[in-house]
Nanobody, 123 residues
C-alpha cells in the first residue's frame, strides 16, 4: 500500500499559478500510475491528470490541457501538478491518487488517495 500526502494549495486570483506536490510513501510498482483528481462543492470528483511511473506518459482532462502540467521526480517519489492560468472554475479540493495503471482508460482512479489540498481561485 502507498500513502499520499498533498500540499501546495492556496488562495489565488484568476490568471495566477500554483504548484501542487504529492509525496508518495511505500513501494511504487512499475505498472503504477499517479494522478490528480479534484472535487468542487456539490459536484462529483473528476479526473485532472495522470502520469505513468515508469515511462512518464501523461494524460490530461480536456479542461486543463495546455494549462496544467503533471510531472514526477522518481528519486524524491514526488508527483507535481503545475497549474498555470488558473480560472475560478478550477476551485476545488485536489486529491492525489495512485494505483495500477489502466491502459484502456487513463482516467480511472487507482486504489490509494491522499486527503486533499484546497485550491481556491477568485475573480
Amino acid at each position: 500500500q502507498v500513502r499520499l500526502v498533498e500540499s501546495g494549495g492556496g488562495l489565488v486570483q484568476a490568471g495566477d499559478s500554483l504548484r501542487l506536490s504529492c509525496v508518495v510513501s511505500g513501494l511504487i510498482f512499475s505498472n503504477y500510475a499517479v494522478g490528480w483528481f479534484r472535487q468542487a462543492p456539490g459536484k462529483e470528483r473528476e479526473f485532472v491528470a495522470v502520469i505513468s511511473w515508469s515511462a512518464g506518459s501523461t494524460y490530461y482532462a480536456e479542461s486543463v490541457k495546455g494549462r496544467f502540467t503533471i510531472s514526477r521526480d522518481s528519486a524524491k517519489k514526488t508527483v507535481y501538478l503545475q497549474m498555470n492560468s488558473l480560472k475560478p472554475e478550477d476551485t476545488a479540493v485536489y486529491y492525489c491518487n495512485a494505483g495500477v495503471r489502466q491502459k484502456s482508460d487513463p482516467t480511472r482512479p487507482g486504489g490509494s488517495w491522499g486527503q486533499g489540498t484546497q485550491v481556491t481561485v477568485s475573480s
